[in-house]
């Protein structure tokens, strides 16, 4: 139903007291939060099971990077997003902030994550104003744009985050699919 979100209460309780300890943490100690996280996936605990820490961390390096600190709300919207569900915010209440830990959690496990926004205006933008959030914690980011060579956009797929309009990622997956089905004796793709 439509109130599902207060499932994510607790959760949002779970984040709020992981912020108090990480507060306290170094930039250094911040940055090295993304090693830490991959061998605790690595080691068998679920994504589930880092979130809480994972949003305080993100949430941490935000207010410190960006001055910008993530609201209850907006991390309301990043559990939501995890979970595969729509997320509708209204404008001015933060919604490509909210996206991050979400992406940043997804990224842990080693999956290639794609933020996908309405223009490449907005790609570009959020790759460097986000993107800011996403490099301190050690991740690799890009976007994809009309106007870009098949070595940009190859590039830019290898990256663990990266940005795009909706448009860009329906055209390479449709020349990515062209290409296969001309070659059906190749493994090798457009994107990755």
């Known amino acids: 139903g439509r109130n599902n979100y207060k499932a994510f209460f607790p959760v949002v309780d779970r984040i709020n007291a992981f912020s ?3 507060v306290r943490l170094s930039d250094s100690e911040l940055a090295g ?3 830490e996280f991959r061998k605790r996936y690595g080691d068998g605990e679920t994504l589930e099971d880092i979130l809480p820490e994972v949003f305080a961390v993100v949430r941490e390096v935000s207010s410190r990077v960006l001055g910008q600190r993530h609201e209850d709300l907006q991390m309301i919207g990043a559990i939501a997003l995890h979970h595969g569900c729509i997320a509708e915010m ?11 830990p979400a992406a940043y959690l997804n990224a842990i496990s080693g999956m290639r994550v794609h933020v996908i926004t309405s223009n490449d205006y907005l790609a570009k933008r959020d790759r460097f104003w986000m993107g800011k959030i996403y ?9 994809i744009g009309g106007g870009m060579d098949f070595a940009q956009r190859r590039k830019a797929y290898k990256a663990n ?16 699919y062209k290409i296969r089905s001309e070659d059906k004796g190749s493994t090798w793709n457009y994107i990755h």
């Open 161 to 176: 985050i990266t940005f795009g309009a909706g448009s860009e990622f329906v055209f390479d997956y449709l020349r990515d």
């Open 135 to 143: 490099e301190f914690l050690g991740l690799r980011v890009d976007f």
């Open 20 to 22: 108090v300890p990480v």
């Open 33 to 35: 939060k993304t090693v």
């Open 90 to 100: 209204a404008t001015g209440e933060g919604k490509t902030l909210a996206a991050v």
